[in-house]
């Protein structure tokens, strides 16, 4: 299916495995797979498109089974996504997100943007080509952050999981570290003055119950 003048897209799974692609067309493309008792409603509203996967009612569903999606989304690289999943990881390749959140799933991004990032009982692997300002969290999981370029703050928190935030030469960043029951390492960085560039940017890096591990690629 595909949908023009689109600006915008709000995307919310249960049990889904989203895959979201920016792509160089000016419009947008949705596919799906449906395996079991599972609905799909996908609704333009203006300039926003609308995509909503969850099980179907109990009533329609007599046994109670649970069903999933796998739901491919491409769109033209402008499009802000906003993306949620519970119960099932989420990709993106080329993508700009307002927000990408999982719960007990993975996020997984290549070449992305992203204002705010967070999972819980899941890992993120964030490769970022700008970030800032950008607010990334996980809860009983990883979280591995690669940004080329900052435009703004980070802050960067992870419970119960290792942190691992590695940042270029272009990333004008001065690091600010916090833990509780872990170490700190800085690669390539001063642990005295941990200042990349002219440090305009602040980045703040804090774990509980885990290492932090900031790297300069």
């Known amino acids: 299916m595909e949908f ?8 919310k799974a249960v049990n889904g495995h989203l895959d979201i692609e920016g792509w160089k067309n000016d419009y947008a493309e ?15 509203n ?32 402008a499009v802000v996504v906003n993306a949620k999943n519970v119960n099932g990881e989420l990709k993106a390749t080329g ?3 307002k927000e990408a959140a999982t719960v007990n799933g993975r996020i997984d991004l290549e070449d992305c943007e992203a ?3 967070s999972a819980v009982n899941g890992e993120i692997t964030a490769h970022l080509s700008v970030a800032g300002p950008l607010k990334a969290s996980t809860v009983n999981g990883e979280l591995e952050i690669t940004i080329k370029e900052l435009e703004g703050d980070v802050e960067a928190s992870c419970v119960n999981g290792n942190t691992v935030l ?5 990333c004008d960043a001065r690091i600010e570290t916090k833990k509780a029951n872990g170490d700190v390492e ?9 200042v990349i560039g002219t ?10 119950n885990g290492d932090v591990r900031v790297e300069l690629v």
């Open 4 to 11: 023009e003048s689109i600006r915008e897209v709000e995307i």
């Open 30 to 44: 949705v596919s799906y797979v449906l395996h079991g008792e599972v609905d799909v409603k996908i609704e333009q």
């Open 46 to 77: 203006g300039d926003k498109l609308i995509i909503k996967e969850e099980p179907k009612k109990r009533f329609l569903n007599l046994l109670g089974e649970s069903g999933w999606a796998e739901i491919n989304l491409k769109v033209p690289k």
């Open 95 to 97: 993508v700009r997100f």
């Open 115 to 117: 204002e705010k990032l």
């Open 166 to 170: 590695r940042l270029t030469d272009f």
């Open 186 to 194: 800085f690669v390539g960085i001063d642990p005295d003055e941990p």
């Open 199 to 208: 440090g305009e940017f602040t980045v703040k890096v804090s774990t509980v």
